[in-house]
């Protein structure tokens, strides 16, 4: 057959050179490679191996808040020195249901870190589509904002989660930014009720727990779950590895240049894989920033575009 012919044979006395065995390399802009090679870590390492590169640089920039790489490890290892202290251990699958937010990107890395999974749900999702998730994912943890919590309520009986994480937008949020937003949004979030299973993101940030150590996590285990659109039935979850996140991101991160001094606005949300992979993952690849848009509208993108990029 002609695959088991040699070079020689098809093409006697000619040297063959890549523009003619790989003619889509002709398509390639100046700076992208021919090949990558991927680190075979874990997802949270591979987030620090660019923290102790480009420490000093942006990392994310939500509303009039922003991170450095350094200060963004710092908040991913707090808040997983917090997880490990309330019993989150490897294996553990959180479910996390956040607007493109420092807090759900944080928990992001935080239960990479521990050996965990996370599975990413919409966090306008029904009470049904909740129950639905949590079983699906047999999510044990979860992660929403406070507004959401009546909804999770409803249901958590009826699944195996066994402690709700929950966050306010304001808590990453300077002080007139927290001011704003309760006068605004915030005066209409109903207030939670005293519960056992509940736990506050920002006083595990607070506190100050022993130092969770870094699991030990191959690159093919799975690190995320995100869910297809059911359009044929219900959804189906699909498992994505370590490797699968960083490959995708780091090819991301080379053909669109997310370098330090570069930015790319988030407007997909991060239960969606062009959100979580695109949209923040892949600008963590090689320094580049993620400016967090937690509810899109035309005329808030069309300013941040001016604004910030």
Known sequence: MVEEMKKSELFPGKVLNAAETKPWLKAYPK?????????RVSLYE???????????????DFSIASATYQQFGAD???FADGLAAAGFKKGDIMTISMPTSPQGIIAVYAVNKLGGIASMIHPLSPPPQIKMYLNLSKSNWALTL???YQNFNAVLKETSV???????????LPGIGKLVFKLTKGRKIPKVPADDRVIWMRDMMKGNPPKASKAEMKPDDTAIILYSGGTTGEP???ELTNMNMISEGMQVSVWGNMVPGNSILAILPI???FG????????????GKTILIPQFTPEDVAKLIKKKT
């Open 236 to 238: 189906k979850g699909i």
């Open 271 to 273: 239960f969606h894989g």
């Open 276 to 287: 979580l992979g695109v949209c923040v993952n892949a600008a963590f690849m090689n320094g």
């Open 46 to 60: 591979k987030l620090m191996q660019s923290v102790e590169k480009y420490a000093n640089e942006p990392a994310w």
């Open 31 to 39: 700076g992208v490679p021919e090949h990558i090679d991927y680190p």
């Open 162 to 172: 066994q402690k709700l994480i929950l966050a306010s937008i304001p808590d990453y």
């Open 146 to 148: 406070d507004a959401f």
């Open 76 to 78: 991913v290892d707090k």
